[in-house]
Structure formats: C-alpha cells, structure tokens
C-alpha cells in the first residue's frame, strides 16, 4: 500500500545501494597497500556524498524538518536530525582531505586508520539516520499530512535538492 511520504521511501531505497560504497570502500582499506579498488571506490564514495547524499540532506533541513517539527508541535524535534547531517558533511570533508594520498602507492599506518574510521562512520551514521527517518518521522508525517501538503512539501524539497546540487557542482 501506498503511503503519502512513498516518494521519500523511494528516493532512500534509491539511495541505500549508493550508501553501501562507503561500507565497500571501508572493507578495501585492508593495510597500507592502495589498491585501485579502494581509490576507485573511495572515489565514488565522496562522488556520492557530496553530489546527492548531501544536497538530499540539505533538502531535508529546508523543506521536511519544517514539517515535521509543525507536525510535532516542537520547533527542536528534528535538531539531532540536522546534527546527524552536519556530522556527514564535517565526515565527507575529512574523506576528501584524504584521497590525495590513494594517490600513493601506500599509506601510512594513521592514514589506513583514518580513512577507514571515516567511511564506516558515514556508513554507520547515514544507515541510522536513514531508519529513524523511516520508523519515526515517515509514519508520523503520513498519519498527519494531506496529499496536497505532501506534494508541496515534495516541491519544495526537489528545489532545495537541485539548488544544492548546482552548488555543489
């Protein structure tokens, strides 16, 4: 059955396969060797990250937040919200600090370190928000919005989307 926020649980079901290049690129920091799987995964990951991940969260922030704090009645209720997606871009810049140096053919011992806390921290921290996301705020927003204040909110959320990708391009 359909539900009114369905478009938001596409776009996640879209995004999710993409989310699992960070877990991929975590795996393929396996010592100090760089192997082209891990600079081409890695790669792909920041790619990820800063061209849909992050405009898709700063969408969040301008048109979904809104509404549901409205919904909640609690101008706070998505606060650690907006803090888990502050997190992931303080994250993807510390990512991008460090593919210089897959450039190498070996990384230090801290590097391999840092890279690898990096993406399965982003890993770990998009797949939570991700389901609270789906289990709490989903549900409450299709208990409580009509079709029309969906669709708008969906408006608004695409132009938020595409605002911040032309930013980021």
Wanted: charged content about 25%.
């Amino acid at each position: 059955m359909a539900t009114i926020t369905q478009p938001l649980r596409d776009e996640h079901k879209e995004l999710l396969p993409e989310v699992e290049l960070l877990r991929l690129a975590g795996d393929a920091v396996t010592g100090t060797a760089v192997s082209e799987s891990l600079r081409q995964t890695s790669g792909d990951a920041y790619n990820f990250l800063a061209h849909h991940l992050i405009p898709h969260a700063q969408a969040e922030d301008q048109a979904l937040y809104p509404v549901v704090q409205r919904v909640m009645g609690a101008a706070q209720a998505t606060a650690t919200m907006s803090r888990d997606h502050q997190e992931v871009g303080d994250l993807t810049a510390q990512l991008k600090a460090l593919l210089p140096v897959l450039e190498n053919d070996a990384l230090s011992t801290d590097q391999a370190n840092d890279l690898r806390r990096v993406l399965y921290g982003l890993y770990s921290l998009v797949k939570v928000h991700f389901a609270k996301e789906e289990e709490i705020y989903l549900p409450l927003l299709d208990a409580s919005l009509t079709q029309a204040e969906a669709n708008d909110m969906f408006e608004k959320m695409e132009a938020a989307s595409g605002e911040a990708k032309h930013h980021a391009a």
